[in-house]
């Protein structure tokens, strides 16, 4: 029965997400000297499941090729502006 509940695409997809945020969670523990790699880590998983959400469950999978493009692009400067903030942030903030 398992199996074929992971057969449906949105059920896998799902699964996935849920394993993406407990590896957000476990990635807390890095410790305090590895804390911009670790909000690396967290931004970079949010991002992807905010792909997978934006793709799937909002169907953008589906939608004309510019808004998909759109949302791609959006997602992938949103992300690299905030690890890259991050960063300059963190740079400057150290003793």
């Given at each position: 029965?398992?199996?074929?509940?992971?057969?449906?695409?949105?059920?896998?997809?799902w699964?996935?997400?849920?394993?993406?945020?407990?590896?957000?969670?476990?990635?807390v523990?890095?410790?305090?000297?590895?804390?911009?790699?670790?909000?690396?880590?967290?931004?970079?998983?949010?991002?992807?499941?905010?792909?997978?959400?934006?793709?799937?469950?909002?169907?953008?999978?589906?939608?004309?090729?510019?808004?998909?493009?759109?949302?791609?692009?959006?997602?992938?400067?949103?992300?690299?502006?905030?690890?890259?903030?991050?960063?300059?942030?963190?740079?400057?903030?150290?003793?």
């Amino acid at each position: 029965m398992l199996i074929a509940l992971f057969k449906n695409r949105l059920t896998a997809i799902w699964a996935f997400l849920v394993l993406a945020t407990l590896i957000s969670v476990e990635s807390v523990g890095f410790g305090a000297n590895s804390q911009r790699l670790a909000t690396a880590l967290i931004t970079l998983i949010a991002f992807v499941k905010v792909r997978f959400i934006g793709l799937e469950f909002m169907e953008l999978r589906h939608a004309p090729l510019w808004l998909r493009l759109a949302f791609e692009g959006w997602t992938l400067v949103v992300c690299v502006a905030l690890v890259v903030l991050n960063y300059v942030v963190a740079s400057n903030s150290a003793p």
